[in-house]
Structure formats: structure tokens, C-alpha cells
């Protein structure tokens, strides 16, 4: 079973740059997560959909960070404009609907904001 | 509030030392108990949850209700134990999301 696949694997980007991050969850999950982890500290959950529905947005800074789950599938999570204190790796994460909690986690793709 | 708490940013053992990487939990309601970990240059993967109560990699961990602890332990560490844990919670309405704690880093010295 192939895992959950994001790109890009890095990225460097000057503040008030805007930038986005891809994410193929695994194949029939419903859940997918997005969080953020800055260095020396866990992950921190950004938002949460279900299928193509956001369920949870709540620490997602709206002002600048958007994030959509469109055909309920791949997602994408963007940034505009950057900020220094966006430096951070951004993991995407799902999870089956109605099946354990656990969650299966991507590589991560890591910001450097410049 | 919800919070999980991991005192020690790192620690240092010699292989087959024991080794208990410490979690503390605040939660108001039953959460489900999970231990993360991160081996170098791989993704974050499930280590064990407390509802399972199986030992996995020779690591167990015991959930502490009056304590609010859900411990991490291994009788005898290895070199390959070696990596970063994170402890995490997740509550019967929240989805599946997880609330982490910063993280231990173990260090198994030969």
C-alpha cells in the first residue's frame, strides 16, 4: 500500500512570497490532516477535512493560510504571504473515517522562509 | 485545557540500560493514548496506542489515569531505539486530531 506522498520535499522562500504544498493522502482514506511542526516542538494540527468537508480550522491563521480538499482527494495547503515564523515542516497526515484513530504521515515538506 | 507534557527534550542511555521516556497528559474526558516516533530521515510513524496493550519493539506503556502519565518504557534499550518520541492524545469527539507533546529525543550509546 503506497503512503501518503507530499511535495515538494523542500522549500526556500523570501517573506511576503506566497507558496504551496501538495498532499495525495492514502487511497480511501476520508480523513486528512494538516499540521504544522516548528523546530524542537510536535505537531501542531492546521486544519482537518473530511472527504471534501473541513471539520476542524480553528489554529489555522485564515489571514493568510488557506487550505482545500476539493474533490475530496488531494489537498493542497497555501500560504500567502509568508512570514519569517512560517519556517516550519508542513506534515499532512489521513486516517480512515469510522476506522482507529491512527494516523499515517507523509514525509513532510520543509519551509524555510528567508 | 488539553496539553501533553514531555519534561525531557533528550535522553542519554547506554545500550541495555532501561529506558522510560515520561508523558504527562491534561485532559477532561477519557483520550486515547498514542506514542509517535521519528527514526532519522523517516517519516512519523505509530509506535503503540494504550488501547491495543501490546508490546511493540520491545517498548510497552501503561496508561495512568490518577497520574494523568502514559510512560514509555523498554527494559533493555538498543542502538536501533535510537530517535525522536512524541506522546499524543486524541479525545472521542475530536476527529482523530491530535494534540502532541514537544517530544524526547532517545540517544542509545554502544
Known amino acids: 500500500e503506497a503512503g501518503v506522498a507530499q511535495s515538494p520535499r523542500y522549500k526556500i522562500i523570501e517573506k511576503r512570497q506566497s507558496v504551496a504544498f501538495w498532499c495525495n493522502p492514502i487511497?480511501?482514506?476520508?480523513?486528512l490532516y494538516w499540521y504544522q511542526q516548528i523546530l524542537g516542538q510536535g505537531p501542531k494540527l492546521l486544519i482537518q477535512?473530511?472527504?471534501?468537508?473541513?471539520?476542524?480550522d480553528s489554529q489555522l491563521p485564515k489571514d493568510r493560510f488557506s487550505a482545500e480538499r476539493l474533490k475530496g482527494v488531494d489537498s493542497t495547503l497555501k500560504i500567502q504571504p509568508a512570514k519569517l515564523e512560517d519556517s516550519a515542516v508542513y506534515l499532512c497526515?489521513?486516517?480512515?473515517?469510522?476506522?482507529?484513530?491512527?494516523?499515517?504521515f507523509g514525509p513532510g515538506t520543509r519551509l524555510t522562509v528567508l | 485545557a488539553q496539553r501533553v507534557t514531555q519534561p525531557e527534550k533528550l535522553l542519554s542511555v547506554f545500550k541495555g540500560a532501561p529506558v522510560e521516556l515520561k508523558c504527562n497528559y491534561s485532559?477532561?474526558?477519557?483520550?486515547?493514548l498514542f506514542w509517535y516516533v521519528q527514526y532519522s530521515r523517516q517519516r512519523l510513524q505509530l509506535l503503540l496506542r494504550?488501547?491495543s496493550r501490546e508490546s511493540i519493539k520491545g517498548f510497552t506503556a501503561d496508561l495512568n489515569k490518577g497520574e494523568t502519565s502514559f510512560h514509555l518504557k523498554k527494559p533493555f534499550a538498543q542502538e536501533e531505539d535510537s530517535a525522536m518520541y512524541y506522546c499524543?492524545?486524541?479525545?472521542?469527539?475530536?476527529?482523530?486530531?491530535?494534540?502532541f507533546g514537544q517530544g524526547t529525543e532517545l540517544s542509545v550509546k554502544p
Open positions: 485532559y477532561s474526558g477519557s483520550p486515547e
Open positions: 497526515a489521513s486516517r480512515l473515517a469510522g476506522g482507529d484513530n491512527e494516523q499515517f
Open positions: 477535512f473530511q472527504n471534501n468537508g473541513v471539520v476542524d
Open positions: 499524543a492524545l486524541t479525545g472521542g469527539n475530536q476527529g482523530g486530531k491530535l494534540i
Open positions: 494504550h488501547i
Open positions: 487511497s480511501g482514506h476520508a480523513t
